[in-house]
């Protein structure tokens, strides 16, 4: 299936050989990851905004499936370098052992975007050529990591992309007073119904902890029950995400990779993120936006507008429809 271009996007890139566009089309249309069964969101779009030189050094910070990855590798020639971050074990893995196994210009690591000043230092590279984002979680931790990202099953609540760090889901919902619980649903899930969600897990934790997802979906399935059309989303969809993001303090690693993104980036090279969320989309878009006192920005934005999936991306890959990508080129001093 083909990937439609928005024809700005073509206009306000630099120009690609016209090869690497066709191959790029084509791949990220059937590179479907069979590991992770899913295809990346906005590929081509991300490829062609990373303006990659085929011997320039990028960095994949959310590697997942490695469906981006091996779209910038097959835009870089023999010296070109690929470092590929993941903070869950599990793609870091499969990138070495399986679909990367043997590609000398990839280095996977195991690592937090928010280390990614330390992990280029490790590398010896003083800047890269370009960064990607690709926000959020992968199809295998949805569907069957066992971490309880989705309602639908009945897993611990866990939520952690790294298995080994931080809180989990279920220490949020069991410790957090009320107060805290209302408004981490309410920013982060968008849930207009917040204060009575936070009431409800307060009730309930006192006579049992919240332990795995069904207790929770149950509890909100009951707490948020309106009649209605089928079809509507789950009413334990906001909470759920709510929880996801601030058990991985999804914002603030954000926050940080984006103040940093100047210093970690050669003149003339790009940042670009994919977003699925109106605050993590608000904060790129600001970062991007950013001027110190005497009115200097470190970044030439290259879309006024984000990009988003057309609709044969969408028909084929629904995640895709909330998707924007935004990318900028850190200025290069005269
Ligand atoms: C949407 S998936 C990436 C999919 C990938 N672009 C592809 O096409 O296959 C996001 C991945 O980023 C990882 N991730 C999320 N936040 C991260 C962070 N702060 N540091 C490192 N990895 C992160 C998740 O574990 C997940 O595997």
Redesign the pocket.
Known sequence: MRVQLKRSSLLELPLQPIELVEALKMSSGGNW?RA?G?W??L?TEAVLALAVKPGGAYV??????????RLILKALNSEGRLIA????PE?VRWAREGWGQGEKRLIAVL????KLGEILAEQGLGGVDGILL?????SR?LAISGRGFSWSGDEPLDMR?DPKGGLTAAQVINHYQEKDLANLIWHYGEEKASRRVARAIVRARRIKALETTGELAGLLAKTLYRPGPPGRINPATRTFMALRIET?R?LI?LDTLLKAAPTLLKPGGRLVVISFHSLEDRLVKEALRFKDEQGYSPWRVVYKKPQTAGADEIRRNPRARSAKLRAAEKIALK
């Open positions: 990851s992770f899913h990346p969101v590929g994949d910070a959310t590697l997942g499936g490695g469906g981006h990855s971050l993941d903070q869950d793609p690592s937090n975007f928010e690709d926000l959020g979680f992968n931790q992309f991985n999804e690693v």
